[in-house]
């Protein structure tokens, strides 16, 4: 790579985009979620004790149904994961949270978009619709047909 002033002012206009996006109000709602949530007393023990019965069904998992107490602690695990999902706490930062992906998820693309039609753009969610977001070779655009 030649390093030239034309690189260095693409450097700036970044630094610039990645300054704006800090001052949205998407991005303090997401931090300030977050903050929330890790300094909530119980959400942490929900986080400990899902992690404790992860590590715990981990442990198992390889022996599959042979295992005694397969089903109990995979039932244990999966009732962890759901009190922590539906906390409330956790339910307002995992939405800020998709809506600063989305956003980030769209410059993305409209980066891409700039330069080619073609591009693939990896937008991290199975569900984003602009682009093709898929690790293998159904690059496909919208309506178009990979061949």
Avoid: W
Avoid at 10 to 36: A, G, M, P, W
Avoid at 75 to 84: E, G, I, Q, S, Y
């Amino acid at each position: 790579m030649i390093y030239n002033d034309h690189l260095y002012a693409i450097e700036d206009q970044i630094e610039q985009l990645v300054d704006r996006i800090k001052d949205c109000q998407l991005f303090h709602s997401y931090c300030t979620n977050k903050e929330v949530m890790y300094q909530d007393k119980e959400v942490q023990e929900l986080i400990d004790s899902f992690v404790h019965k992860k590590a715990d069904f981990e442990k198992i998992a390889a022996y599959g149904t042979f295992a005694p107490g397969y089903k109990e602690q995979q039932r244990a695990l999966r009732k962890a994961k759901r009190a922590l999902d539906l906390h409330p706490t956790v339910g307002e930062f995992r939405h800020s949270e998709n809506q600063l992906q989305t956003l980030l998820d769209e410059i993305t693309v409209s980066v891409a978009d700039c330069f080619s039609a073609e591009i693939k753009v990896d937008a991290g969610s199975p569900f984003f619709q602009a682009k093709s977001t898929c690790g293998g070779s159904c690059h496909a655009r919208g309506d178009e047909r990979n061949i």
